[in-house]
């Protein structure tokens, strides 16, 4: 099975980065054999900081897709911070304490683009329609806290981004199909 | 009764902006805005960090154009390092630069026009919202929309092998870049086998400037009247007068092609602009000092470089360039959509630029880096996708920064982004009882042709899609739309 972790987020601004930072722990966690150890998967790993059309193509090519971003609430909705941020400190939903959150994408095959950017839903009705291609599409979403521009992840998110990897890890070693992460939707 | 519209923010644009439009009694505008409203931090955040780090640093402003931030901050320390002022690297060093700039360009062209601008022109500025967007597009005209695709990663690949990574790339450095092209890498983009390659690449740009001639055809007194309106023009150009998308002299003419200054070396950039303020936005107005701030503001950009520039150096783009001067008889265009045509001449032009530059064989030279007496100011320009983009820093004995000015393209567009607004929002809205989504989005299509990127432009962490309301002269908002 041929499984893709894609990051997104701006590794300079904070909590931002922390999609591209848990490719970067995955990768180095396994740097010493396979790409995850104990699994007979093929994995890609790719980070960028945004989602946009080209990646329609990138996840054609795979089974399984889980995309990384952070989250201003545990990722209940909005799964990028760029949506948090979109919502206004005054417009966020309720705070959820949860370290992370996996649910499935959805296509999103009526979405309305609001930036150069495309959600990860737009991209899997992007690949559907391209490619004809209908890989299982995950966002892991991860809580952050802060958005400067700096570098340093919040004390916080660096807690969340320990949990969120040893989740994936985990979960990617066990045996399973096409509905390899389904049992850990929440 | 009086009447505001307000649209924030906007969609298919980076950040966020908020568009206010006042309608009198009559339900005529009076005045229209585009207001920023997030605040400039990203000059004082760089200030007492090492000079060397800015060609990475400046990545976090924005996560579209990083590589233009990152050229422009890698040519200024080019200056601090002793390395010239554009003049002074190593010929590897400056054609990976290249090769890595025309990459950004073209991958940030072919989004705009397949993903932000094509769902305009195939569905109409006034077709269904639903639809109106790249998937449908997808649905309905699924070849360009995989051209689209695939130029896009064409781009960003170039951008892989050449800045080292997609994300905080580090392929420019003070004085130079830190790796050169290989021949495996440079096979990937000639040979046509995990990509098509850059001459399918070439016939697509041809392709789609096509396509937009047709549509221009097909909807002339609409594309030539759509918020059409004088302007001077900026950008850098080669000293002999062409294109030169990397470095230059600054050039500025005004609306009927006269040069208001020429060949001036950009590191003087301040005695030629300044950078004005409003009370009611948080982003500047630059304009021309010679001819003050009520007339002195600009454009940058594609169709402001087309306006600017004598010829195009490849060959393909300079025929489509003839085509361009012509429509326009010789004169600077003033046409808002024809940034298009503009933008899909330059995309083709950068795409030649790449062929030309993977078959260099200096792009195989070990020579990366050259230095020479240390500086404590470097000012580095570049054309980048969106127009003009300034960087300049002064840094102390400790190598620290001290200062930092950035003028970056939106914010150089300011002023011709507000009037678009206005002459599109007479067109549309004077006189209408109710404001419609097709009239919101007409503001719209006017500040896309710019392809802001607010978030950038305002030094600030952006919020994005965009809103319309209406306001009456007491402050009421009497309509309001969200998308």
């Known amino acids: ?186 | 009764m009086s009447t505001k519209v307000v649209i924030d923010p906007v969609t298919r644009v980076e950040g966020h902006g908020k568009v206010t439009i006042h309608l009198d009694d009559n339900g005529a505008v009076t005045q229209s805005r585009l207001h920023i409203v997030e605040f400039r931090g990203f000059e004082r955040f760089v200030q007492g960090r090492p000079y060397w780090e800015v060609p990475v640093l400046v990545q976090r402003l924005c996560g579209i154009c990083p590589v233009s931030h990152h050229l422009a901050g890698a040519k200024a320390t080019d200056q601090i390092v002793g390395a010239g002022t554009g003049d002074g690297l190593s010929p590897t060093a400056e054609k990976m630069r290249r090769l890595m700039h025309y990459g950004q360009i073209f991958q940030s062209h072919a989004l705009h026009f397949f993903h932000l601008s094509s769902p305009d022109l195939l569905f109409g500025i006034d077709g269904p919202i639903a639809t109106r967007n790249v998937i449908g597009v997808a649905l309905e005209h699924k070849d360009l929309a995989v051209q689209g695709v695939m130029m896009r990663k064409f781009g960003q690949e170039i951008i892989k092998v050449t800045a080292g990574k997609k994300i905080h790339g580090t392929g420019a450095i003070p004085g130079g870049i830190n790796k050169n092209l290989s021949i495996e890498e440079r096979d990937k983009f000639l040979d046509g086998k995990d990509l098509p390659n850059v001459d399918q690449m070439i016939d697509w740009s041809e392709g789609a400037i096509d396509f937009f001639k047709d549509y221009h055809k097909k909807n002339r007194e609409m594309v030539d009247n759509f918020s059409a309106f004088p302007s001077n023009n900026l950008s850098l150009v080669r000293a002999d007068g062409a294109m030169d998308l990397y470095h230059g002299l600054l050039r500025a003419v005004d609306s009927e092609g006269k040069k208001i200054f020429d060949d001036a070396p950009y590191q003087e950039y301040y005695n030629l602009i300044g950078e004005g303020v409003k009370s009611w936005s948080y982003m500047k107005f630059p304009f021309i000092l010679s001819l003050g701030q009520e007339n002195g503001w600009y454009r940058v950009g594609p169709l402001a470089r087309l306006n600017t520039v004598d010829f195009i150096p490849t060959p393909q783009a300079q025929k489509r360039f003839e085509e361009f001067r012509a429509y326009a008889n010789g004169k600077p265009s003033r046409i808002c959509l024809l940034t298009h045509w503009a933008r899909l001449i330059e995309t083709l032009h950068a795409a030649e630029m790449m062929k030309e530059l993977l078959n260099d064989p200096d792009l195989q030279g070990t020579e990366l880096v050259r230095t020479g007496t240390r500086q404590g100011e470097g000012i580095g320009l570049i054309e980048a996708p969106r127009g003009t983009l300034f960087h300049h820093y002064h840094v102390d004995e400790n190598d620290q920064i001290t200062m930092c000015n950035l003028i970056v393209s939106t914010t150089n567009n300011n002023e011709p982004m507000n009037r678009a607004v206005n002459n599109v929002a007479v067109a549309q809205m004077t006189g209408q009882e109710e404001i419609t989504e097709p009239m919101m989005n007409a503001v719209e299509v006017a500040i896309r042709a710019y392809d802001p990127c607010l978030s950038c432009a305002t030094h600030a962490v952006g919020r994005m899609p965009l809103e319309v309301s209406l306001v009456d002269t007491n402050g009421t908002v009497i309509a309001e739309a969200k998308k």
């Open chain 1, 1 to 186: 099975m041929k499984i893709l972790i894609y990051g997104i987020g701006n590794p300079g601004r904070q909590d931002d980065g922390l999609g591209a930072l848990l490719v970067e722990e995955i990768q180095r966690a396994s740097s010493s054999g396979a790409p995850i150890p104990g699994t007979d998967h093929e994995f890609s790993f790719d980070a960028n900081y945004q989602l946009n059309i080209e990646d329609a193509e990138a996840i054609s090519r795979h089974d399984i897709v889980v995309f990384a971003d952070a989250s201003l609430g545990g990722g209940a909705d909005s799964c990028s911070p760029a949506a948090a941020r979109n919502a206004g400190a005054g417009n966020a939903r309720a705070p959820d304490d949860s370290p992370f959150r996996l649910y499935p994408i959805d296509p999103e095959p009526t979405a309305s683009f609001s930036t150069h950017s495309v959600s990860p839903g737009g991209i899997v009705a992007l690949c559907n329609q391209l490619y004809d291609a209908h890989p299982k599409a995950y966002m892991l979403a991860i809580r952050g806290y802060e958005w400067e521009v700096n570098e340093p992840l919040s004390e916080g998110a660096e807690t969340n981004l320990d949990a969120a990897v040893r989740f994936l890890m985990e979960a990617l070693r066990r045996p399973g199909s096409h509905s390899l992460l389904d049992r850990f939707v929440s």
